[in-house]
């Protein structure tokens, strides 16, 4: 009801802006990295495995997705992930060293939880889950869990159980990189400092909220929207793009930039956003070439940069930046700014936000 609503108008916002607590309660109690963090028996079982296998549907297949990128760089353990109701139904090599990730808010997810079971009768038994409700199906099928502390998430469109569920999958990363040697005592440091900023680091990016509601206003005539991010931010332009059509039901794709010429690119004119997510990374000078493509045929760029990218707003080009650069957890970020975007551009389009139409917030048929 409206009391405990607060000063929001809708679920979706209070729990965007519940993330610097979710986060927080999620941390909470780990001092130190240690697989045991995940269960009894896990050292063992983590030192059995030599690939990853994640499995979900929806926005925690995109956290999923986040993680590869994480698992291979800092834990170099190969990594897979598969849509649920895929993996299912399809013919696959079974190796049994393998670790079995199901990522779900609901624990309750039907694909999920016959994905899980399917592995299992091909011969994975080392399965874990990183779920946000402990007494749920999916944390009693696995042998391992990791419990995220978002708390009861109502609006439909998932907002903080993401944020947490990244956290979960980079302390498994952590882990898993501890268990097989790749991380050393001071990295081990510096990574838990980094998370125990995040909640800051969010609520900074919270205060962007006036900026973003401005680009809204422009979204919010708009029937097409393109998304683009490069590496560790392919998969939160996925899930900006994700948003942005479940509540606002405005038609949006997301490309890994690098993919843009070899399609999207024809679909650009000045009727067609196109967001950038645009950390300073490696990849910047890659995508901002990129962005001239977009440019050069009347595209209208939205860019979130970091706080020192050299991109400054011209015509055509709109940039917000980032309040601080923040290395790998940067995702944890960014997606920030991308719900909010969809979250206002669908209040200017006067949707019903919690409930959007056609969609349930856990899906227990196949
Ligand atoms: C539904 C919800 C999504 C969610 C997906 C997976 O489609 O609307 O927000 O991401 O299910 O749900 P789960 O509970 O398994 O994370």
Redesign the pocket.
Known sequence: GAAELGPYRHYMQKEIFEQPRAIGDTLDGINGISPELFGDGAYSAFKDVDQVLIL?????YYAGSVARYWLESIAKIPTSIEVASEYRYRDSVPNPRTLVVT???????AD?ISALKHARSLGMTNTLTICNVQTSAMVRECRFNFITRAGAEIG???TK?FTTQLVGLFVLTLALAQVRGHLPDDVEADHLKALRHLPAGVQAVLALEPQIMAWSEEFAAKENALFLGRGLHYPIALEGALKLKEISYIHAEAYPAGELKHGPLALVTSAMPVVTVAPNDALLEKLKSNMQEVRARGGELFVFADADSRIESDTGLHVIRMPEHYGVLSPILHVVTLQLLAYHTACARGTDVDKPRN?????TVE
């Open positions: 979900a549907c929806g926005t925690s990522i779900s808010q609901s624990g309750e997810t999920t439909v469109a998932s159980a969609l349930a917030k856990s899906v």
